[in-house]
């Protein structure tokens, strides 16, 4: 506990003894060392944490830009973590929530609901392609993902399948960090969690700039859902209840399949009875450029995951939503229920914001604004193919990224932990751009960033890998 920095005014005793801070009460030095004390940041290592560059602490958004609590500005390169689609600072999303909390913030959802989530399941089933009509909510990406797993066993099982439990998922693939979700995630780790969710198993992504399969173009997709194929067979058919995967996987490097490649998939799980769930946590609401990305490709997946944009990160809310297929073994045998139930799935306060959040999409026709600003900002983009370092330039809508390389030619890796990643990380963030630099750097800001927000974030990107190819310069081949 940090002492001694408050205010006279903002401390006040609490009943436990400790002083309990008004909101912002603390200095920004006593902020930072708190937050070095007792805030466990997710997955930073602690090296990040304490390191030179130290915790960003942010205080407050507007738009795309974001100020820290020394007031620092940064633009906002990946929407918080994918998640901001309308933009910071929107009083409307928070007074629209404050109303809901004020009447009722709270019921149970394990027998009842409320109307902010009845009108946002209505809404849900209304702009989602294809008969995509049943909703369950929760919290967040990963719980979205675990209830998809779990319907889509039960559903087998009441299909007259009780055996069909395993799923088939992607290598590079990332769908979250609880239990279930993380046996689907490739980079799960094994040496701390294992063993995983039995019955799961890795295929490759679609990736035409390195193919598994030696192959160019689309040719590389289509190899890639053969193999798909290959794998249900492969399994037994009848031991496979479902293949998961993002339209357009950020966690596998922004690589955009053609239309064949999910056509493929969903012929394929039809053709041997296996569920397929498209996971949109990222790509939905406007990510890609249409408001779902599986409507890019024209498919209708039988469950689809979704959390993030859903309220733009105003609330954590979540969802499943399924075809009325398959819900239908539901409603014939009256009795069965689901043995799934989330606290907060479906919380009123988190529906509102929900609700706000999609007006907004539609008062300001965000999803075609992201659309167009993703056009502008993939042409930009493409004006760094002149960097060494620089082996490709990817992506759709406002999700796009640049493939760091050690040669061009063989389109070596740089590396998510190379020294050269973090560098280039450190350099953009000194010069107020936030984002991720694993092994490709991510461009994703929010829906409304504005084309000089993105000449910014080019020119600042430009710049700072200039800087680092120079000072990495005997680590780049060619
Ligand atoms: C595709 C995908 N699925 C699921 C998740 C998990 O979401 P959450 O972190 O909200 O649990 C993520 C998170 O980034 C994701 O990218």
Redesign the pocket.
């Known amino acids: 506990m940090v002492s001694g920095t408050l205010s006279g005014t903002e401390r006040e005793q609490g009943q436990n003894g400790h002083a309990a801070a008004a909101p912002n009460g603390l200095e920004p030095a006593a902020l930072e060392q708190a937050a070095l004390d007792h805030v466990w940041i997710h997955t930073a290592p602690w090296e990040d944490v304490s390191g030179p560059s130290g915790l960003l602490i942010f205080d407050r958004g507007q738009g795309s830009t974001l100020w820290d609590i020394h007031g620092r500005e940064y633009l906002d390169g990946l929407s918080g ?2 998640v901001v689609n309308a933009g910071h600072g929107r009083a409307e999303i928070a007074e629209a929530m404050g109303r809901q909390a004020a009447k009722l913030a709270y019921a149970s959802s394990a027998s009842f609901t409320t109307g902010p989530a009845v009108q946002l399941a209505d809404l849900l089933a209304d702009i989602t392609p294809g008969d995509l009509e049943r909703v369950f909510f929760c919290s ?6 675990e209830t998809a797993l779990k319907i889509a066993k039960q559903v087998q099982a009441m299909r007259g399948f009780p055996r069909r439990y395993k799923v088939i998922a992607r290598r590079g ?6 239990m279930g ?1 993380m046996s689907l995630t490739a980079s799960r780790n094994e040496t701390h969690f294992g063993p995983f969710m039995y019955g799961v198993s890795h295929v490759p992504h679609p990736n035409r700039y390195r193919s598994d399969f030696g192959v160019e173009g689309e040719q590389a997709d289509i190899m890639a859902a053969r193999y798909v194929e290959q794998e249900i067979e492969n399994q037994g058919p009848d031991t496979v209840a479902a293949v998961i995967a ?1 339209p357009i ?3 596998a490097g922004v690589h955009v399949p053609s239309p064949i490649y999910w056509r493929m998939l969903r012929e394929i799980c039809d053709r041997h009875g296996v569920l397929l769930i498209a ?1 949109e ?3 939905g609401f406007g990510r890609t450029g249409k408001m779902f990305a599986t409507e890019h490709y024209g498919i209708v997946p039988d469950i689809m ?1 979704m ?2 944009g859903l309220s733009s990160g105003y609330a954590p809310v ?1 969802a499943a939503i399924v075809r009325g297929a398959v819900f239908e073994g539901f409603k014939e045998q009256k009795t069965v229920g689901i043995g799934h139930l989330l606290t907060f799935g479906g919380h009123s306060v988190a529906c509102a914001a929900g609700l706000r959040n999609l007006q907004v999409f539609a008062d300001e026709g965000l999803v075609a604004q992201g659309a167009e600003k993703g056009e502008y900002l993939k042409a930009r983009l493409e004006e760094l193919r002149g960097h060494p370092t620089v082996g490709d330039v990817r992506g759709i809508g406002l999700m796009c990224a640049i493939d760091l390389v050690r040669n061009k030619e063989t389109r070596a890796k740089m590396g998510k932990d190379s020294t050269f990643a973090k560098r280039l990380n450190a350099l953009v963030q000194e010069r107020g751009l936030v984002t991720r630099v694993w092994d490709v750097m991510q461009f994703a800001p929010p829906l409304v960033v504005t084309k000089d927000e993105i000449d910014r974030m080019v020119t600042v990107t430009d710049e700072a890998l200039t800087i680092a190819e120079r000072e990495h310069a005997a680590e780049i081949e060619g």
């Open positions: 973590l994918w967040g990406g990963s719980e979205a993902v693939s990332y769908h979250g960090m609880t979700a993002e996987s950020t966690a996971d946590v990222i790509n995951t959390a993030k979540a």
